[in-house]
């Protein structure tokens, strides 16, 4: 190989490296927020291409488990935080689910 060929190998392969570097930190700033998780969101924390994280082996995977455990994650957002005024809290499950209403006690 020639050595120009080699140095565009090498070129290439620090550039990959910067490049997983950079998806895995915004990874690990991902989970360390409470944030929505998108390929697309990563991507432009890392400041790489969806297309280098889709084709990536091990990182693809690592940002679709981050966004599969977000969504199916128990919500802990301020919906049902007892600080917020009634207005804003979201009514419990046994509320009518229209009008929020709770059923009367009396018979």
């Known amino acids: 190989m020639s050595r120009s060929l080699e140095?565009?190998?090498k070129a290439t392969e620090q550039?990959?490296?910067q490049a997983e570097s950079a998806?895995?930190?915004a990874l690990r700033q991902a989970r360390a927020s409470q944030q929505p998780v998108s390929v697309a969101s990563i991507a432009r924390a890392a400041g790489v291409s969806t297309d280098f994280i889709?084709?990536?082996p091990t990182l693809r995977p690592q940002v679709e488990d981050l966004r599969r455990s977000r969504r199916n994650a128990t919500p802990t957002d301020a919906a049902h935080d007892p600080r917020l005024p009634s207005c804003c809290q979201?009514?419990?499950p046994s509320?009518?689910?229209a009008t929020g209403?709770?059923?009367?006690?009396?018979p």
Do not use: W
Request: hydrophobic share 20%; glycine share 4%; no cysteine.
């Open 90 to 92: 979201r009514p419990g």
């Open 95 to 97: 509320a009518h689910p």
């Open 54 to 56: 889709y084709r990536h």
């Open 15 to 17: 550039r990959r490296k």
């Open 101 to 106: 209403n709770r059923p009367s006690k009396t």
């Open 23 to 25: 998806v895995e930190k």
């Open 7 to 9: 140095a565009l190998a």
